[in-house]
């Protein structure tokens, strides 16, 4: 019998419809879980205070009219630069310390239509500017499989609260692999839909071109059926995408991944990765081949380049996207901002300068744009690639200490695809020193169906998601 | 010493629109209690994005085709950055690049063109307020004109003088209210204008030549002087008389210290309309790098040929092909060219265009003189106006004959040849009529019987 965290999305809404418990009893454990364990973990920043009202508002609905939500009654962990009304927002940055929003961002709108309960608001690196969780202003989040180390960033809290089973399911959000990279070292699933596929209205923003929100989520099930939530055009992003949301819960159903075409790209097998890294992901690509799918090794431009042109886009849009917290709104000063904050902010405002604007910013976009061509012919001949998330497992605490770079480093292996706006899921592909390892799956843009029904396919045919023992680690 | 100033004319409009430029609130906010027309958006709250306004596009793109431009088929927007503590995101949203209209022009009454450099579009900012606030004196910000749409109708510098400029700025603001995109009020603020201004200064040369040759043209040096912009003018003739000061001050100054033109010397100067002086406000090293990078928030556009020529059919008639329409019409071209800034009196008398009982031209003189009330009866007040009088010959030259005959004086007069005396007759004649006399007929009447 499983215990009520380690559910997925289907398995509540059927424990409701059986009534075999009610989303009080849930809500209520996760609570408990949340007072045993975050302390130590601090994967919460603010808790939702109405959470049990609103469980038990859900619990009489579903006592008349039966479960008619996608995400009815569902614990959802928010990482906190989603903008939601009555809980303190900060992008764990002191410049917005207690600042309460005056609305809801689209996708909280849209989950809370859907049925959602917010249990709270998780870490994450200060205004997302990182892969470590470790320049939150409010203290490092600990990765549960091991509380010597990272839980991975920006989005670290939320895959270590579902990680540690805090939550059902979490969002994140990632401008290039704060979903997927944590998701890796916390052993979960993180997605990151395409570019423009799910609103970012109301989202704090990092870098506007390749910001992107998407679930973490235990299983490929339920990353696809948030997805399906969250998506469509919103009228408030002018960027959003007009095309129509497909149905990606009946697309993932699949028992074997015959037909399917998959790349495995050469050059994210990296010269210094470690073996043991490097076989996960190559027997990986033999299970996929079990499961009828063709894999081939193919060649992509190498991802270095990546860290240059992205490093300089985001930088510049960073420096330009905080300068509303001036100092004079929002109740504290500039002194507030994290040291990696300000680093970015003030290469992004020299890479936009007059005289450096062509040597950087327009070299970056012209970078980009090859990029984006390469995926294009890349994807006329195959459904994904695939290859690692990270070039390892989650690295010791302190890591990010002193390395301006870090970020950068750690997520190497998927800066193209988010430079690209490609849509891509992380899946949990093994461990390897006793720390999960992720395997990147990553179909063209809009074309979620294919990298969630691949993922989905391979998670099911293989037993790489698992809990850490938290009554062991802590 | 030749002087030959150079003006260019950067011009902002806001557009009246019904919503901002990014978001849904109000666009209108003259006279608004403070911060109430305001949203995440034009507050630049966290989280918040831009989504642009079709109609403000098109209202910008209906300028830029009066103004004969050129509908640019790639446009976009960008972030131009800088801060102020009325710029709510710490940047404005402007064009920079990649305008939407280039490469226009305006055709001043002399026939002179005037280039059109671009127009383009981007929002408004909040506004101070300076206050005096529990006997403390503060700052306080006003955002309900935050994100309201601006156009930019930036000139080429092709005037050559104050009045020039005023011309165009004059066709401008016509323009811009006949094609109904806002009432360009100036005393509202909904157009500023900011003239840029430097001289081209030509000396002759003297050289000494031997008789025996002959220079048909004296050789001539120019120099310019250090281009000036004048920020935030709000009247046509603060704007005349900025331009004025600047080129009687920079030929003054050149005078004294010898100082051309530079890539680097350019200044900004603001003007102070009660002493009628211009006076620095920043000089080219000080001046901000407005680190300009394209709008990630608003994907590019493509303006398709349908909706340029959808719009260009949308114009009205412009000021300068109705006046030419009115004189086509037989209307003086001086009633003509008052009665294309008076709505109403174009109104009037396109609604009688047809009518045969009223001679255009007359309708177009009373309206022009203001002689007819525009509220009332149009044709009984014209009828009135232009009454024909009395026209029976023999009535009023029984009555004229009795005038002579009691001024013998003055007939005496004009037997002498002071002809001019003939209006006294007719003068007498009207007031004896009550003023229901034909004037030319009385007036003939007069003459004849003044010489037989």
Same mark, same amino acid.
Request: charged share 25%; net charge negative; aromatic share 8%.
């Given at each position: 019998?499983k215990e009520l965290?380690?559910?997925?999305i289907k398995? %509540?809404?059927?424990?409701y419809?059986n009534?075999?418990?009610?989303?009080?009893?849930?809500v209520?454990?996760?609570?408990?879980?949340?007072?045993?364990?975050n302390?130590?973990?601090n994967?919460y920043?603010?808790l939702?205070?109405?959470?049990l009202?609103?469980?038990?508002?859900?619990?009489k609905?579903?006592?008349?009219?039966?479960?008619?939500?996608?995400?009815?009654?569902?614990?959802?962990? @928010?990482?906190d630069n989603f903008?939601?009304i009555?809980? %303190?927002?900060?992008a764990?940055?002191?410049?917005?310390?207690?600042?309460?929003?005056?609305?809801n961002?689209t996708?909280?709108?849209?989950?809370?239509?859907a049925?959602?309960v917010?249990?709270?608001k998780?870490?994450?690196d200060?205004? *997302?500017? &990182?892969?470590?969780?470790?320049?939150?202003?409010?203290?490092?989040t600990?990765?549960?499989?091991?509380?010597?180390?990272?839980p991975?960033?920006?989005?670290?809290g939320s895959?270590?609260?579902? !990680?540690?089973g805090?939550c059902?399911?979490?969002?994140g959000s990632?401008?290039?692999?704060?979903?997927?990279?944590?998701a890796?070292?916390c052993?979960?699933?993180?997605f990151?839909?395409?570019?423009?596929r799910?609103?970012?209205?109301?989202?704090?923003?990092?870098?506007?071109?390749?910001d992107?929100?998407? =679930?973490?989520?235990r299983?490929v099930?339920?990353?696809?059926?948030?997805?399906?939530?969250?998506?469509?055009?919103?009228?408030?992003?002018a960027?959003?995408?007009?095309?129509?949301v497909?149905?990606y819960i009946?697309?993932?159903?699949?028992?074997?991944?015959?037909?399917?075409?998959?790349g495995?790209?050469?050059?994210?097998?990296?010269?210094?990765m470690r073996?043991?890294?490097?076989n996960l992901?190559?027997?990986?690509?033999d299970k996929l081949r079990?499961?009828?799918?063709?894999v081939?090794?193919?060649?992509?431009m190498?991802?270095?380049y990546a860290i240059?042109?992205?490093?300089v886009?985001?930088?510049?849009?960073?420096?330009?996207?905080?300068?509303?917290?001036?100092?004079i709104r929002f109740?504290?000063?500039?002194?507030?901002?994290?040291?990696?904050t300000?680093?970015r902010?003030m290469l992004?405002?020299y890479t936009l300068?007059? &005289?450096?604007?062509?040597?950087?910013?327009?070299?970056?976009?012209?970078v980009r744009?090859?990029?984006v061509?390469e995926?294009?012919?890349?994807?006329?001949?195959?459904?994904?690639?695939?290859?690692?998330v990270s070039?390892?497992p989650?690295?010791?605490l302190?890591a990010?200490?002193?390395?301006?770079?870090?970020?950068?480093?750690?997520?190497v292996?998927?800066e193209?695809?988010s430079i690209?706006?490609?849509c891509?899921?992380s899946?949990?592909?093994?461990? %390897?020193?006793?720390?999960?390892?992720?395997?990147q799956?990553?179909s063209?843009?809009?074309?979620?169906s294919?990298?969630?029904?691949i993922a989905?396919?391979?998670?099911?045919?293989?037993?790489?998601?698992?809990?850490?023992?938290?009554?062991?680690?802590i | 010493?030749k002087?030959?100033?150079?003006?260019?004319l950067?011009?902002?409009?806001e557009?009246?629109?019904?919503?901002?430029m990014?978001?849904?609130?109000?666009?209108?906010?003259?006279?608004?209690?403070?911060?109430t027309?305001t949203?995440?958006v034009c507050l630049?709250?966290p989280?918040?994005?831009p989504v642009?306004?079709e109609?403000?596009?098109?209202s910008c793109?209906?300028?830029?085709?009066?103004?004969?431009?050129?509908?640019?088929?790639?446009?976009k927007?960008?972030?131009?950055?800088?801060?102020?503590?009325?710029?709510?995101?710490?940047?404005?949203?402007?064009?920079?690049?990649?305008?939407?209209?280039?490469?226009?022009f305006v055709?001043?009454?002399s #026939?002179?063109?005037?280039?059109i450099e671009?127009?383009?579009?981007?929002e408004?900012?909040?506004k101070l307020?300076h206050?005096?606030?529990?006997?403390?004196?503060?700052?306080?910000v006003d955002?309900?004109?935050? #994100?309201v =749409?601006?156009?930019?109708?930036?000139?080429?510098?092709d005037?050559?003088?104050?009045?020039e400029?005023?011309?165009?700025?004059k066709?401008?603001?016509?323009?811009?209210?006949?094609i109904?995109v806002?009432?360009a009020?100036?005393?509202k603020?909904?157009?500023?204008?900011?003239?840029?201004?430097?001289v081209?200064i030509e000396?002759?040369?003297n050289?000494? @030549?031997?008789?025996?040759?002959?220079?048909?043209?004296?050789?001539t040096i120019?120099?310019y002087?250090?281009?000036a912009?004048?920020k935030?003018?709000n009247?046509?003739?603060f704007? $005349?008389?900025a331009?004025d000061?600047?080129?009687?001050?920079?030929?003054e100054?050149f005078?004294?210290?010898?100082?051309?033109?530079?890539?680097?010397?350019?200044?900004?100067?603001?003007?102070?309309?009660?002493?009628?002086?211009?006076?620095?406000q920043?000089?080219?090293?000080?001046?901000k790098?407005?680190?300009?990078?394209p709008?990630?928030?608003?994907?590019?556009f493509?303006?398709?040929n349908?909706l340029?020529?959808k719009?260009?059919?949308?114009?009205?008639?412009l000021?300068?092909?109705?006046?030419?329409?009115?004189?086509?019409?037989?209307i003086d %071209?001086?009633?003509a060219?008052?009665?294309?800034g008076n709505?109403?009196a174009l109104?009037?008398l396109?609604?009688?265009?047809?009518? !045969?009982?009223?001679?255009p031209?007359k309708?177009?003189?009373?309206?022009a003189?203001?002689?007819?009330?525009?509220? &009332?009866?149009?044709?009984?007040?014209?009828?009135?106006a232009?009454? @024909?009088?009395?026209?029976?010959?023999e009535?009023?030259k029984s009555?004229?004959?009795?005038?002579i005959?009691?001024?013998?004086?003055?007939? *005496?007069?004009?037997?002498?040849g002071?002809t001019?005396v003939?209006?006294?007759?007719?003068g007498?004649?009207m007031?004896?009529?009550?003023? $229901?006399?034909d004037?030319?007929?009385?007036?003939?009447?007069?003459i004849?019987?003044?010489n037989?």
């Open positions: 019998m965290h380690e559910l997925s398995e %509540v809404l059927d424990g419809a009534k075999d418990f009610t989303c009080v009893d849930l209520k454990h996760f609570q408990s879980r949340i007072e045993k364990y302390k130590k973990l994967v920043l603010a939702n205070e109405n959470a009202v609103e469980a038990s508002n859900i619990d609905e579903i006592a008349k009219n039966g479960v008619t939500l996608p995400l009815q009654g569902i614990p959802f962990a @928010v990482k903008l939601t009555g809980m %303190v927002t900060t764990s940055s002191n410049i917005l310390k207690g600042y309460r929003p005056q609305y961002a996708t909280i709108e849209r989950i809370l239509s049925g959602a917010i249990l709270g998780t870490n994450m200060s205004f *997302a500017h &990182g892969s470590s969780t470790e320049t939150s202003d409010f203290g490092p600990l990765n549960p499989w091991n509380l010597g180390r990272l991975g960033g920006s989005s670290g895959a270590a609260a579902v !990680s540690a805090l059902t399911v979490a969002l990632e401008t290039a692999g704060s979903v997927r990279q944590p890796a070292w052993g979960v699933t993180g990151k839909p395409s570019y423009g799910a609103s970012r209205y109301g989202i704090i923003a990092m870098a506007s071109s390749t992107q929100p998407g =679930p973490i989520t299983f099930e339920d990353s696809a059926i948030i997805t399906e939530v969250i998506s469509g055009k919103d009228p408030y992003d960027t959003s995408s007009p095309s129509p497909e149905k009946k697309a993932i159903s699949t028992s074997d991944l015959r037909g399917v075409r998959i495995l790209v050469k050059e994210y097998l990296l010269p210094n073996d043991d890294v490097k992901i190559l027997d990986a690509a079990l499961l009828g799918a063709t081939d090794e193919v060649s992509l190498d991802p270095k240059g042109v992205y490093t886009i985001q930088r510049s849009e960073v420096s330009s996207n905080l300068a509303r917290f001036d100092g109740g504290h000063d500039r002194d507030s901002l994290c040291e990696e300000k680093r902010i992004g405002t300068s007059a &005289g450096y604007y062509d040597a950087f910013y327009k070299k970056a976009l012209a744009t090859k990029i061509d995926f294009n012919e890349m994807f006329k001949s195959y459904d994904a690639i695939i290859g690692a070039p390892g989650a690295l010791p302190g990010s200490k002193n390395q301006p770079m870090f970020g950068e480093m750690e997520d292996l998927v193209q695809s690209a706006g490609l891509s899921t899946v949990p592909c093994g461990f %390897v020193d006793g720390l999960p390892i992720g395997l799956i990553t063209d843009q809009l074309h979620e294919k990298s969630l029904m989905d396919c391979f998670q099911r045919n293989t037993d790489f998601l698992k809990f850490p023992d938290l009554n062991e680690t | 010493m002087i030959t100033p150079l003006i260019g950067e011009v902002h409009v557009l009246e629109t019904k919503s901002k990014f978001c849904g609130c109000p666009a209108n906010h003259f006279g608004k209690e403070p911060n027309q949203c995440p630049g709250l989280g918040a994005l642009p306004n109609k403000a596009i098109e793109l209906k300028i830029g085709l009066a103004l004969n431009c050129r509908v640019n088929i790639l446009s927007f960008d972030r131009k950055q800088y801060f102020y503590p009325d710029l709510a995101k710490g940047y404005q949203i402007s064009q920079y690049d990649q305008p939407f209209c280039s490469d226009g055709i001043l009454d #026939g002179k063109r005037i280039g671009r127009v383009h579009m981007e408004d900012t909040g307020q206050v005096v606030l529990d006997g403390k004196k503060v700052s306080l955002y309900n004109r935050s #994100g =749409p601006l156009v930019e109708i930036v000139s080429r510098p005037m050559s003088s104050s009045i400029a005023k011309e165009y700025l066709k401008i603001h016509e323009i811009v209210k006949a109904g806002s009432s009020d100036m005393e603020g909904q157009m500023r204008l900011e003239p840029t201004i430097n081209k000396n002759s040369i050289i000494n @030549v031997s008789d025996s040759t002959k220079i048909s043209d004296t050789p120019s120099v002087t250090p281009l912009e004048v935030n003018i009247s046509f003739n704007a $005349q008389q331009i000061f600047e080129i009687a001050r920079q030929t100054e005078e004294k210290s010898g100082i051309e033109k530079s890539a680097t010397n350019k200044t900004t100067r603001g003007y102070d309309s009660i002493k009628k002086i211009t006076f620095l920043r000089t080219k090293e000080e001046a790098d407005y680190r300009y990078f709008e990630p928030d608003i994907p590019p493509i303006i398709e349908e340029i020529e719009l260009r059919g949308e114009l009205p008639l000021p300068d092909q109705l006046i030419s329409d009115l004189i086509g019409r037989g %071209v001086k009633y060219k008052i009665i294309v709505e109403e109104s009037i396109n609604n009688y265009k047809d009518d !045969s009982d009223i001679e031209n309708l177009a003189s009373l309206l003189n203001k002689k007819i009330d525009t509220k &009332g009866d149009i044709k009984g007040e014209y009828q009135k232009t009454k @024909v009088g009395n026209t029976n010959i009535e009023l009555v004229v004959e009795k005038i005959s009691s001024n013998p004086n003055v007939v *005496a007069e004009f037997k002498k002071k001019g003939a209006g006294f007759f007719v007498q004649a007031k004896e009529t009550k003023g $229901q006399a004037p030319k007929t009385l007036n003939k009447i007069v004849e019987l003044l037989s």
